[in-house]
């Protein structure tokens, strides 16, 4: 089973400087390199952990420009996780799965992915009694406090690293932060920030893309690979950081026996977990 992961598109923001075709155009672009990629790795599947659009209130032409890029995949099942910014959204097509609650679907004969709920968490009782076989993933939208650097943007739903750790899922993947982090136990890794596509500063300090996820016979293999962002959503940052915010925002965070470690760099164009 290969799984192209991504989050937080967020298409359909408004930027400063960018009239509404130009957005279009940029928006469009970063599907297609997303559907052009899936369809080059040969994904089974393409998870989307949350904020696919901005808001709620998207216009009907993105939408249709979303649904006519996925259409393109036509082996390819999609399966799409609510994000803090898109909780009502819904796509009309037999090609996608929502997950709007906590629920469980079976993707394989042996592969179950379940929903951290956005409003209510995860039903810990249904998950303690389910995840005894198979291989078991936990997909959400949510902030990890103790990677909390801005309070604004991480406002909403949070669990700590110790919660992560204490599920005991295979793996868990997480869309809300934009960058690319894994969580390690020493040489394991229990879960993966797949991160948002593509980053859109002229002064690029990550590199950012969408994570392979390849699951064999029990065992994971996670893989990024770097997009590029469009030319037409490139902006300036407001300020340039200092070298201990750079340290603050992208260094490792250690948990305990635990440690979050950002992927990528500006020199990275591949990366294996």
Not at 181 to 187: D, E, I, T
Not at 244 to 256: A, K, L, Q
Request: proline letters at 3%.
């Amino acid at each position: 089973m290969r799984i192209l992961c991504t989050g937080d598109l967020h298409l359909g923001r408004k930027r400063r400087r960018l009239n509404p075709d130009m957005l279009i155009t940029g928006d469009t672009k970063i599907l297609d390199n997303i559907v052009h990629t899936a369809k080059e790795e040969q994904v089974d599947c393409l998870f989307i952990l949350g904020d696919l659009f901005d808001s709620d209130d998207i216009s009907s032409n993105i939408k249709e420009i979303c649904l006519d890029k996925f259409s393109q995949l036509k082996e390819t099942h999609i399966y799409i996780f609510p994000g803090n910014h898109d909780l009502g959204i819904n796509l009309n097509s037999p090609q996608i799965t929502f997950f709007n609650e906590s629920m469980a679907r079976k993707i394989s004969d042996d592969i179950t992915v379940y929903a951290y709920d956005h409003k209510k968490g995860l039903d810990l009782a249904d998950w303690n009694e389910d995840k005894k076989s198979g291989f078991n993933i936990i997909c959400g939208h949510l902030a990890v406090r103790e990677l909390q650097l801005d309070k604004q943007r991480n406002a909403g739903i949070s669990v700590s690293t110790h919660d992560i750790a204490h599920w005991k899922a295979d793996l868990v993947l997480l869309g809300h932060d934009h960058n690319t982090r894994f969580l390690k136990q020493g040489n394991k890794i229990l879960a993966t920030y797949v991160g948002a596509p593509y980053n859109i500063y002229e002064n690029e300090l990550v590199a950012r893309g969408v994570v392979i996820c390849e699951i064999d016979k029990g065992q994971v293999n996670l893989r990024f690979r770097r997009l590029e962002c469009p030319p037409e959503f490139k902006v300036k940052a407001a300020h340039m950081r200092t070298a201990e915010e750079i340290n603050t925002r992208y260094g490792p965070v250690t948990v305990g026996e635990y440690t979050w470690k950002l992927i990528g760099s500006h020199v990275v164009n591949n990366f294996s977990m």
